[in-house]
C-alpha cells in the first residue's frame, strides 16, 4: 500500500477542501492518505515515513502561504528524492486567458525557487470565490476583479470554479506513476 502525505496552506478554506477530496479519492483506491494543514503540523512528521507527497497552497496577491514556503523549504532534499507534485490553487488557473496562466506559472517558478523544490508534478488547480467570508474590503477588490475578468461578482453567494474531475485525473495518474514498490 502507497503512503502518500498532503500537506496543504489554505486562507479560505478551498485549498482544504481541495487537499481532502485528494486524500479521499487516494483512500478509495485502497492507499493510505494523511491530510495535514501547514500551520499545524505535528513536531515528529516524517516525511522518510511516506511514498510520495503532495503539497497544495492558494495563492494571494502573488504568493503561496508562509507556512508551506517553510515547510517545503525545510524538507525540500526529502522531497526532492521521491515521487511529490505542487498544486498552485488561483484564480488566474480558472482563466482562458494566457495571460492570467503565465502570472500562475510565474508566482509557482517563485515558489520553487524561493524553497529549492523540484516537484515531479505541478498542477494549476481552479481555486474558488468565496464572497460570503470575504470582509468589506475583499468582497469589494475581489469583485472589482471579478467585473474586469467576466468571472461571477454576486457577492451574496460562493463559486467554486475548481474542477473535480481534472483533479480526479491528476491524482489517478499521480498514483499509477508511482514506483511499483510502493503500491
Ligand atoms: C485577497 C485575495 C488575493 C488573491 N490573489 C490572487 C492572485 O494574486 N492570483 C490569483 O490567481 N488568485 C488570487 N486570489 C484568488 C485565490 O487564490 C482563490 O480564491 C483561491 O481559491 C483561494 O484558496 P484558499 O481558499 O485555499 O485560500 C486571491 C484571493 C483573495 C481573497
Not at 25 to 50: H, M, N, W
Not at 104 to 114: E, T
Not at 154 to 175: I, M, P
Amino acid at each position: 500500500m502507497a503512503r502518500v502525505l498532503i500537506v496543504y496552506g489554505t486562507t479560505e478554506g478551498q485549498t482544504r477542501k481541495i487537499a481532502q477530496f485528494l486524500g479521499d479519492f487516494i483512500a478509495e483506491k485502497g492507499q493510505e492518505a494523511r491530510v495535514l494543514d501547514s500551520t499545524d503540523l505535528p513536531a515528529d512528521l516524517d516525511i522518510g515515513a511516506y511514498d510520495a507527497v503532495i503539497a497544495a497552497a492558494s495563492l494571494h496577491i502573488g504568493r503561496h502561504q508562509t507556512s508551506i514556503v517553510h515547510f517545503v523549504h525545510d524538507h525540500a532534499a526529502e522531497l526532492n528524492a521521491k515521487p511529490t507534485a505542487f498544486l498552485s490553487v488561483s484564480l488566474c488557473a480558472a482563466s482562458d486567458d494566457p495571460d492570467d496562466l503565465h502570472d500562475a506559472r510565474k508566482c509557482v517558478d517563485r515558489f520553487l525557487a524561493d524553497t529549492g523544490w523540484r516537484p515531479t508534478r505541478i498542477e494549476l488547480v481552479a481555486g474558488a470565490f468565496r464572497y460570503t467570508q470575504y470582509d468589506f474590503f475583499k468582497r469589494w477588490a475581489m469583485k472589482l476583479i471579478a467585473r474586469r475578468k467576466g468571472a461571477p461578482s454576486d457577492t451574496s453567494q460562493d463559486y467554486e470554479l475548481t474542477d473535480w474531475a481534472a483533479l480526479r485525473a491528476f491524482a489517478g495518474t499521480f498514483l499509477d506513476e508511482l514506483p511499483a514498490s510502493a503500491a
